[in-house]
């Protein structure tokens, strides 16, 4: 007796795993690092605050250099499909606040940034609650 033709099966192709979105916070940096923004420095608050998931101080050497970081963050987040963040002290360029929702980032210029120290401020109110 002949023996049945063997059918030939197909094993299963994986499924292309999709990467993960980048979140805000990611794209947030990575805009600052291109700009050269210097002295960038990321505070989680979740829980701490209800304005926002996460706060970024950095500087801009220049009221020039401020605007330019400003406006390069606002860009990368329109980009990735984040809507239009708010944004506030851009005429004058000494602070400019970028309110995206979950990340609120605040470019200085160095004087500026010294004189409200909004690191120290954060940190201060970690420190106190670490210890209730």
Same mark, same amino acid.
């Given at each position: 007796? @002949? *023996? ?10 994986? @499924? &292309?795993?999709?990467? &993960?979105? &980048? ?11 291109? @700009?050269?923004?210097?002295? !960038?420095?990321?505070?989680?608050? !979740? ?9 970024? =101080? !950095?500087?801009?050497? *220049?009221?020039? /250099?401020?605007?330019? #970081?400003?406006?390069? #963050? #606002?860009?990368?987040?329109? +980009?990735?499909? %984040? *809507?239009?963040?708010? =944004? +506030?002290?851009?005429? /004058?360029?000494?602070? =400019? $606040?970028?309110?995206?929702?979950? =990340?609120?980032? /605040?470019? %200085? ?5 010294? %004189?409200?120290? $909004? ?6 109110? %970690? @420190?106190?609650?670490? /210890?209730?």
């Amino acid at each position: 007796m @002949a *023996s049945a033709p063997k059918k030939k099966i197909k094993a299963a192709e994986p @499924a &292309p795993v999709a990467a &993960p979105e &980048p979140q805000m916070i990611d794209i947030v940096l990575q805009s600052l690092d291109d @700009a050269k923004a210097e002295q !960038t420095v990321a505070i989680d608050i !979740t829980g701490k605050s209800s304005l926002s998931d996460h706060m970024v =101080v !950095t500087s801009g050497r *220049s009221n020039r /250099h401020v605007s330019a #970081v400003a406006d390069q #963050v #606002v860009k990368a987040l329109r +980009e990735n499909g %984040f *809507s239009k963040p708010r =944004v +506030e002290g851009l005429p /004058h360029a000494d602070w =400019v $606040l970028v309110d995206g929702g979950d =990340v609120i980032v /605040h470019i %200085f210029r160095p004087e500026v940034r010294e %004189f409200y120290n $909004l690191e120290k401020m954060w940190a201060a109110d %970690f @420190a106190a609650d670490a /210890h209730e």
